[in-house]
């Protein structure tokens, strides 16, 4: 048995932040023991960010986790309240578990109603670690900012459920171009098509890691994007955003309290994320509807 603390949370950018408050609630629960994070290797730049986590163990999806990590004092199901996620913290045989119940595991129901940022902080609460959702600052990237001021457009998603039509975001850089904003268009190495389809001083989709995204969204003037990880960058360092919703509100993923505006139409949502084709609830969002609160 060792004395660390391993949290999993093997899944996407967004979801990596939206656990901020978490981790922090953690590191301070037991400032001297390792907190070990399971999560794609890919996000260690944010990881690096985050500021409280020792230990990264590269995690694909819900597969076992290194054998290594075999005893840990107390293991944390921040990935969700299924079966398969309790196996893979069950196979290590933790000393404790803290989770949602259900499949062997004690503790709280899961609630499918609250915030992602309030309900791993609740989880920890009815566990007994007192843990604050607005704490979800990132620290300062170490890299300057390829565009200080700018105005940044992201106009991927990962499924197209949440993807706004390309040339809506093309009709909204457009018009802020011509009022005399700088406009970046970013996105990943698979959307750099996609980006080039949006009028911008620069297309820098594909040409950023994370650690630049995150230098870049730190010192935006406004992130206009759907709801991505990109967003949530933008909460982690207040930057004023605009944030278009479709399958899922923002009662479930928007922004803390600060400069944020969100577009959503609820009685319009299909409510299938990860469904090919832009939900009906994000494509009665309007160019004029997002230029109205910018």
């Known amino acids: 048995m060792t004395g660390r603390v391993l949290a999993l949370r093997a899944l996407k950018l967004g979801d990596l932040l939206v656990a901020v408050p978490a981790l922090r609630a953690l590191r301070r629960r037991w400032p001297d023991r390792e907190l070990v994070l399971a999560t794609p290797g890919w996000l260690r730049p944010v990881v690096d960010l985050v500021g409280s986590v020792d230990t990264l163990v590269p995690t694909a999806g819900l597969r076992p986790l290194d054998p290594a990590q075999h005893g840990p004092l107390v293991a944390v199901n921040l990935h969700g309240a299924g079966p398969e996620s309790n196996a893979v913290l069950d196979a290590l045989e933790p000393a404790a578990r803290i989770g949602h119940g259900g499949h062997g595991w004690e503790g709280p129901a899961w609630d499918d109603s609250l915030h992602e940022r309030d309900r791993w902080c609740a989880l920890l609460e009815a566990h007994g670690v007192p843990a604050d959702p607005l704490d979800l600052r990132l620290a300062a990237p170490a890299v300057p900012s390829p565009a200080p001021g700018a105005v940044v457009v992201h106009p991927g998603a990962a499924h197209g459920s949440k993807r706004w039509p390309v040339e809506r975001f093309a009709a909204v850089s457009r ?104 939900d009906p609830a994000l494509l009665a969002i309007t160019p004029t509807d997002v230029l109205s609160r910018c």
């Open 175 to 278: 018009e802020l171009m011509s009022r005399g904003h700088r406009v970046v268009v970013t996105g990943g190495a698979s959307e750099v098509d996609l980006a080039r389809q949006v009028p911008a001083h620069e297309v820098l989709a594909g040409s950023t890691d994370l650690t630049t995204l995150c230098a870049l969204v730190r010192s935006a003037a406004l992130v206009i994007s759907g709801d991505t990880g990109t967003a949530h960058v933008a909460y982690a360092y207040g930057t004023p955003s605009v944030t278009l919703y479709g399958p899922v509100g923002p009662e479930r993923w928007g922004p803390p309290p600060g400069p944020h505006a969100t577009l959503a139409h609820p009685s319009l949502r299909r409510g299938a994320p990860f469904a090919d084709d832009p």
